[in-house]
């Protein structure tokens, strides 16, 4: 079992920053890709970045690559989001998941995932 716990959301201007943090319990949390989804209000939830479990592979949806960037820190249970150069249509709830694999899988699809958090709210003003 794994608890996921986000934080780092807020209000912002257009073109500020953000950096999202997502904590993980458990001992196991280097056995996981992470990923980050987001969901606007009457929107379905989407993709933004996932992360492999030793770091070194990340994909990104072609809304955020360029401005964000997902990154991990295995020592510390942690997953990052930077959001840079944020837009209004950024603004979303965004969710930490997890899925316990160490190859590939169809990261865009929010049915892969086997764990979630409870979301934090990144509200992007023009």
């Known amino acids: 079992q794994v608890q996921l716990v986000e934080s780092g959301g807020g209000l912002v201007q257009a073109g500020g920053s953000l950096r999202l943090s997502c904590a993980a319990s458990g001992r196991t949390f280097s056995r996981y890709a992470m990923g980050w989804f987001r969901q606007a209000p009457g929107k379905e939830r989407e993709f933004v970045a996932v992360i492999s479990w030793s770091g070194n592979t990340t994909y990104y949806s072609d809304s955020v690559k360029g401005r964000f960037t997902i990154s991990r820190d295995n020592a510390k249970n942690t997953v990052y989001l930077q959001m840079n150069s944020l837009k209004p249509e950024d603004t979303a709830v965004y969710y930490c998941?997890?899925?316990?694999?160490?190859?590939?899988?169809?990261?865009?699809?929010?049915?892969?995932?086997?764990?979630w958090g409870q979301g934090t709210q990144v509200t992007v003003s023009s």
């Open positions: 998941s997890a899925r316990r694999t160490l190859y590939y899988f169809n990261y865009l699809s929010a049915e892969a995932y086997d764990y």
